[in-house]
């Protein structure tokens, strides 16, 4: 590259720099003021626009049937199913399909919630808007709901709100599910009005704020992603990567220099414990209102309906099967310990090793962690029928960590590694237990969740561990550590590179071809 090529490209770079450090300071200012302006514009809904929104209203609230309200009631409701039905599909794609991106798909919808919670004081500050069915007498609401709406205002739909900003990063991050997820949101906007929950513009409000919300929350993990990449192509910043991070002899960890593998080991541990302890914050702050309920709408709308299914005719079965630690844990540990030896003496002592250090750390968090992220049990919490004799074995295993599902994740996770074949089997049992827990109420949906995680990035570091010691009798299977990314190519603000998406997200056939 020429020097005057060289001086067009450091142009471009710092304008682009510079316009994006003004984006990310101003997309969320504009969104508060708009919110804003729509607060204020929501009591000026008078005259011949209140009769539209009334008129319509009742049209489509005055289609409602017993036996379809039952089902949306069920399905399409409950704030914490309905942002979970999003949430899931795209951590699990980004996982699968475009793995390198998954800590700004986490943030993507973390920014979507917390910026769509920061709204509500600025389209309230003016004064709340009655719900509709307070001054329509005709309106046909159910009778438990309506308690539970007046409780709140009716400007704007807050469950749309989320609804579409969530969407927005779900199509964002995957950008073939954009139609049906499109639809999703249109048939939530939908069940508002057919349930009476709101007026039409009050689900027009919430879908345009949900706009801004996904929108200022997809920009800000674009540019920042951006900033990273620019950051990794500074000479200094790629070699010490190269150092630590990847490998001289491809899939040959133990070959590096004694230093490099301290440090990545040392790094690793780092990010789990880091992790371990933001799980357990994230599950109890309730600072961040909007992220709190959500995952409170989810635990109990989960646990409940099993909860009060519960017979003591499966109970025996299940304890046995699922939740006995006594049994279950070293029949998982035998299995793994098998799996080993069938690959050789070399890679039983590594099993040994692997199955050692995941269980202390498994035990270690617990010792560490359960105290400070302790909560009531559900079968404490929520309606059932549940026999004392059926909660003393739970009573005394705090909520997060889970310790026997975090030992379950653990031992799955191992096992996994050393049989393959085995894998669905691991993980499908691994659920299992899980569901055992849930039908107990001995453990909420998001502790479980959150504990499965932190066990498999305990056998995972123990697996690095026997890595980086050499005591591999064959290279891993999975791909090493890739270089830093180059620099991003300079173009204009708001260009689209080729191979790009608008706003620098990787198309889907990119995608597939290297993400993970």
């Known amino acids: 590259m020429s020097d005057n090529a060289k001086e067009k490209r450091g142009i471009w770079i710092a304008v682009e720099a510079f316009f994006s450090l003004v984006g990310l300071a101003a997309a969320p200012v504009a969104t508060l003021a708009l919110c804003t302006l729509l607060g204020w514009s929501s009591l000026q809904v008078t005259g011949q626009l209140l ?49 390198r991106l998954i800590p700004w798909a986490i943030i993507a919808v973390l920014i979507a919630l917390v910026l769509g919670s920061m709204t509500i004081p600025y389209t309230h500050q003016f004064g709340l808007r009655e719900r509709p069915f307070v001054s329509i007498a005709s309106a046909i609401i159910d009778p438990q709901w309506r308690q539970v709406w007046l409780l709140f205002p009716t400007f704007p739909s807050g469950h749309l709100r989320e609804t579409v900003g969530l969407s927005v990063v779900l199509a964002y991050f995957w950008p073939a599910a954009r139609w049906p997820v499109l639809a999703y949101a249109l048939l939530i906007a939908f069940t508002r009005l057919y349930l009476g929950a709101h007026f039409p513009t009050d689900v027009l409000a919430g ?17 920042l992603d951006w900033f ?13 990567y190269s150092y630590v991070f990847v490998p001289r002899t491809p899939g040959k960890w133990s070959q590096d220099p004694l230093p490099a593998r301290l440090i990545r080991l040392i790094l690793f541990l780092g990010a789990l414990a880091g992790g371990a302890w933001a799980g357990g914050w994230a599950i109890n702050f309730q600072g961040l209102r909007i992220v709190h309920d ?9 646990t409940q309906p099993l909860l009060i299914r519960f017979d003591p005719a499966w109970a025996e079965t299940l304890y046995r099967v699922f939740g006995d630690g006594q049994i279950v844990y070293p029949v998982l540990c035998a299995l793994t310990l098998v799996a080993a030896a069938s690959r050789g003496w ?21 010792w560490l962690l359960a105290a400070r992220f302790d909560r009531p049990l559900p079968f404490s919490q929520l309606q059932n029928s549940l026999p004392q004799e059926w909660r003393l074995p739970w009573a005394s295993l705090a909520a997060y960590p889970q310790r026997h599902i975090l030992m379950v994740a653990v031992l799955a996770a191992a096992l996994s590694h050393f049989a393959r074949p085995a894998m669905p089997l691991a993980y499908g049992y691994m659920l299992a237990v899980g569901g ?75 995608a597939g071809s290297g993400q993970g």
């Open 294 to 302: 959500l995952m409170r709408n989810f635990d109990n709308s989960v």
């Open 228 to 240: 990273m990449r620019l950051g990794g192509s500074i000479r200094w910043i790629k070699s010490a």
């Open 51 to 99: 009769d539209w929104d009334t008129q319509l209203y009742s049209l489509i609230n005055g289609w409602s049937r017993p036996e379809v309200t039952g089902i949306i009631l069920l399905l399409l409701n409950d704030p914490g199913i309905d942002y979970v039905a999003i949430i899931v599909p795209t951590l699990l794609y980004v996982w699968f399909r475009r793995r």
């Open 207 to 223: 879908g345009l704020i949900g706009v801004m919300d996904g929108g200022v929350a997809v920009f800000t993990v674009n540019r």
């Open 436 to 510: 055992t827990l849930l039908y107990f109420g001995a453990a909420w949906p998001t502790d479980i969740l959150m504990s499965m995680l932190a066990g498999q990035g305990m056998a995972r570091f123990a697996i690095f561990v026997s890595q980086n010691l050499g005591l591999a009798s064959t290279e891993p299977r999975r791909k090493t550590a890739e270089p830093i990314p180059p620099a991003p190519e300079a173009e204009p603000v708001g260009g689209v590179a080729r191979g790009q998406l608008p706003g620098g997200c990787p198309d889907e056939e990119s």
């Open 346 to 366: 070399k890679e039983l002592g590594r099993g040994v090793l692997v199955l050692g250090i995941s269980v202390l750390l498994a035990y270690l968090a617990v």
